[in-house]
């Protein structure tokens, strides 16, 4: 049984103030807290007795069973899920030399949790292991996110930093997507380099802009065409992405 | 200033029962309402004077000053516009015929209206001129789908209708992504065909999936990787949209 004020610890995790106090995340459903459950230390996993006996493997601090009707009230799903579990945040190192001859992506104010969240499973796709969050953007940990994430969260690592300071310290190619940018398709792609991926909003801020190296452009088809004036921040990282890839299968 | 009915109505069109009874969908804020009043039939201009006088091109059938209180009872986002309006469906004629010769989407029961949103704005992007949703896709006219394709609603046809009926009558390719389908990269790309879009949880439907001609996979990276079982739809999407559309330009 769940007592009144876990109840209300595990709600409080949808907001990024007692995040931020507890140093836990919260992911709900099977699929989610099996996938990250290897990855982080599992705090609490509240769960009906039925979803605990299948999953003996799943080791946490503690275990706490719990009716449908309590995993109802703790939830912050529409639709309540048999196991609610709650992780610690990881602590990364971060050093810029980490870099080196890989790609990297980074948000320059992103706001959306679910755009994140995808764009941390896209990056588990396509190999990139570590993505750069300027301060200002959305929590990782936003449930939101974390769901939108499908597990990717387990894999990839998400360091907030002061970007324009990582893009002065580091020396390699720092590419964005601008209307005025280069067509990718006729522009060299190199192996190491930081993907920008600006506001939904704004773009890429003027800050980050002058460090840029290399704009992009995605075409759009026909050229020329009259057309929706960008793409989707997490869809023009997807296109980006697998050209970057495709160059180098090559 | 609005009556209740009147407010009472704009509210209703939030959902899909009230948009079919009367024909008509909404669309909120400055950009969005400007973008699709060239293409639309406006029945309802509700917005605050300063915004009506500065837009005195744009025209309705009814325009309905209204103060910002007003207009945030009516609407229905969390951060209110200044203006709100209401357009007729338009009726899009369909023949199997006019896919001829030319790239489509079809949507086999996405859900999401998110999803749904970002894929009509990257098709608009990359000159694909209609979208075939099954009749059991989430409604493009729920306000969060016509919110997300940022005015590529009014350059995109979207057509609801039996998907399996259509695949059947049409002559041309029809692809899909799966796991075990053949590297896109070694695949030919016809110039036309249609691109299957699977449900978010349950991808391609068996029944669809019969009348895929060729499925095509999207390489992980590095190949073999243990990665995140899938991507996006939205995000898959658009990288298969710009691998054709990259081809072509060759």
Redesign the interface.
């Known amino acids: 049984m769940l007592s009144k004020n876990q109840i209300k610890f595990i709600q409080s995790l949808q907001q990024k103030k007692y995040r931020n106090e507890s140093g836990c995340f919260i992911a709900e459903g099977n699929k989610l807290v099996t996938d990250l459950a290897p990855a982080f230390d599992c705090e609490w996993l509240v769960a009906t007795d039925d979803w605990l006996s299948a999953h003996s493997d799943v080791k946490a601090n503690l275990i706490l069973p719990a009716s449908k009707d309590e995993l109802a009230k703790a939830s912050g799903l529409t639709t309540p899920q048999d196991v609610i579990a709650i992780f610690k945040k990881p602590e990364y190192q971060f050093s810029p030399s980490d870099l080196k001859g890989k790609l990297t992506l980074a948000s320059d104010h992103i706001q959306d949790p679910?755009n994140l969240g995808?764009i941390i499973?896209?990056a588990?796709?396509?190999?990139i292991e570590q993505i750069i969050c300027s301060t200002d953007t959305v929590d990782l940990y936003n449930p939101k996110t974390v769901q939108?994430t499908?597990?990717?969260l387990a894999?990839v690592k998400v360091h907030y930093l002061p970007l324009a300071e990582v893009l002065k310290q580091t020396q390699i190619p720092v590419f964005g997507t601008f209307l005025d940018g280069e067509d990718m398709?006729n522009t060299d792609l190199t192996e190491e380099g930081i993907i920008i991926m600006g506001n939904e909003g704004n773009g890429i801020s003027p800050e980050i802009e002058t460090l840029v190296t290399k704009k992009l452009y995605?075409?759009?088809?026909?050229e020329g065409?009259e057309?929706?004036?960008?793409?989707?921040v997490?869809?023009a990282t997807?296109?980006i992405c697998?050209?970057f890839?495709?160059r180098?299968?090559k």
Do not use: C, V
Request: aromatic share 12%.
């Open positions: 679910g995808t499973r896209l588990d796709w396509f190999g939108s499908m597990g990717a894999r398709y995605i075409p759009n088809f026909p065409r057309t929706s004036e960008s793409l989707n997490a869809i997807s296109i697998a050209e890839r495709r180098m299968r």
